[in-house]
């Protein structure tokens, strides 16, 4: 420990008790304006305009809580939540949302051929090969093997 550390616990141990009032009365007088702002709206309603917030600002479905707070804070509808603890746990469901939705614009020609075309857990690799020899994005992939690897990944997460 270094007398920094040293000081700033004493200055911690020392902190006067009508600090921790005046804190209590603005977090008293923060719920009222959350209040106010709030309106007539349902909780529900408020959730969706809170995850709407987080999707418009574009969240780093990998990002934390704490590095991306600064970024929609001083957004209106982010006093529609005032708890928060319940807007950390929305934050953490739309991340995990955003993480499991595809990517379109970002997968490979033969993945997205595979989402388009493969919608049936039924499907076999020698029927896909058949139906879409001819198409472009089919021969982007070299080998048959890797081809047949990709066409299984996808079964399997169309199986969850």
Not at 47 to 52: G, M, P
Request: net charge negative; hydrophobic share 30%; charged share 35%.
């Amino acid at each position: 420990m270094t007398a920094e550390d040293v000081e700033w616990m004493l200055a911690q141990m020392d902190q006067d008790p009508e600090e921790d009032q005046e804190d209590e009365e603005m977090e008293v007088q923060q719920n009222a304006e959350n209040h106010a702002a709030t309106g007539d709206l349902s909780k529900d309603e408020r959730i969706v305009q809170f995850k709407d917030m987080l999707h418009d600002i574009g969240v780093n479905p990998f990002g934390t809580w704490e590095t991306q707070i600064s970024s929609y804070e001083n957004d209106p509808r982010f006093a529609l939540i005032s708890a928060q603890v319940e807007r950390r746990e929305i934050f953490d469901l739309v991340c995990k949302e955003t993480a499991k939705k595809p990517r379109k614009n970002t997968l490979h020609p033969f993945d997205q051929l595979l989402y388009e075309k493969v919608t049936k857990k039924k499907t076999s690799f020698a029927r896909f090969c058949q139906k879409n020899l001819k198409d472009p994005r089919f021969t982007t992939i070299k080998t048959s093997r890797e081809r047949e690897k990709l066409f299984d990944k996808h079964l399997e997460s169309i199986l969850q």
